[in-house]
């Protein structure tokens, strides 16, 4: 598989717009409401599922080696393998299947929207099951705790992502366009 530059430089340019977004926080508790599942979803939106998570696994792998650009300016092992880690790994299948959805029909907004809505629940799903299993917790209280308070932000910020990132794409197609998949 041959892969010219200008893919990668893009992905690489998306990694630190998501590091910078990730810097929006608000703490909840145990898990903070970011900018990163906005980020993420219109990542995903604009770059399509390969570049997309490509760009999420770029991000992941300077948050790991410890530079700072997980939320709250933090980075390392501790963060990955901490209460939040499930919201990290779920991030590449939300940049995955978001891109995924939305690579069937680019034009349509609201299928955009509905391709962000369902994953940012893909990240919801996947820190719930981290935090129950790092945190021990029963699942009633990792829901309670790690699902339900996210919800309604995780709508907005998904139906701001599919919106904006639909919206940059028309305006932009020569700079965000990817092959459409073969039916």
């Given at each position: 598989?041959?892969?010219?530059?200008?893919?990668?430089?893009?992905?690489a340019e998306f990694s630190a717009i998501i590091a910078i977004l990730s810097q929006f926080t608000i703490p909840l508790g145990i898990v903070p409401l970011t900018g990163q599942t906005f980020a993420i979803g219109l990542t995903?939106?604009?770059?399509g599922r390969r570049s997309g998570t490509l760009s999420v696994l770029i991000y992941l792998l300077l948050g790991t080696i410890g530079l700072p650009v997980f939320a709250g300016l933090s980075g390392g092992l501790s963060i990955v393998f901490g209460p939040t880690g499930g919201?990290?790994?779920g991030f590449i299948f939300q940049?995955?299947?978001t891109g995924y959805l939305v690579e069937k029909n680019v034009s349509s907004y609201t299928w955009v929207i509905f391709?962000?809505?369902?994953?940012?629940?893909?990240?919801?799903?996947?820190?719930v099951i981290w935090l129950k299993a790092s945190g021990d917790l029963s699942?009633?209280?990792a829901i309670v705790s790690g699902f339900?308070?996210?919800?309604?932000p995780g709508i907005i910020k998904a139906v701001a992502a599919g919106y904006l990132g639909t919206v940059i794409r028309h305006?932009?197609?020569?700079?965000?366009s990817f092959e459409q998949p073969q039916s």
């Amino acid at each position: 598989m041959k892969t010219s530059l200008k893919p990668l430089i893009i992905a690489a340019e998306f990694s630190a717009i998501i590091a910078i977004l990730s810097q929006f926080t608000i703490p909840l508790g145990i898990v903070p409401l970011t900018g990163q599942t906005f980020a993420i979803g219109l990542t995903a939106t604009l770059l399509g599922r390969r570049s997309g998570t490509l760009s999420v696994l770029i991000y992941l792998l300077l948050g790991t080696i410890g530079l700072p650009v997980f939320a709250g300016l933090s980075g390392g092992l501790s963060i990955v393998f901490g209460p939040t880690g499930g919201y990290l790994i779920g991030f590449i299948f939300q940049a995955w299947l978001t891109g995924y959805l939305v690579e069937k029909n680019v034009s349509s907004y609201t299928w955009v929207i509905f391709a962000n809505v369902i994953g940012s629940f893909v990240t919801l799903i996947f820190g719930v099951i981290w935090l129950k299993a790092s945190g021990d917790l029963s699942w009633n209280t990792a829901i309670v705790s790690g699902f339900i308070p996210f919800i309604l932000p995780g709508i907005i910020k998904a139906v701001a992502a599919g919106y904006l990132g639909t919206v940059i794409r028309h305006r932009l197609p020569k700079y965000f366009s990817f092959e459409q998949p073969q039916s």
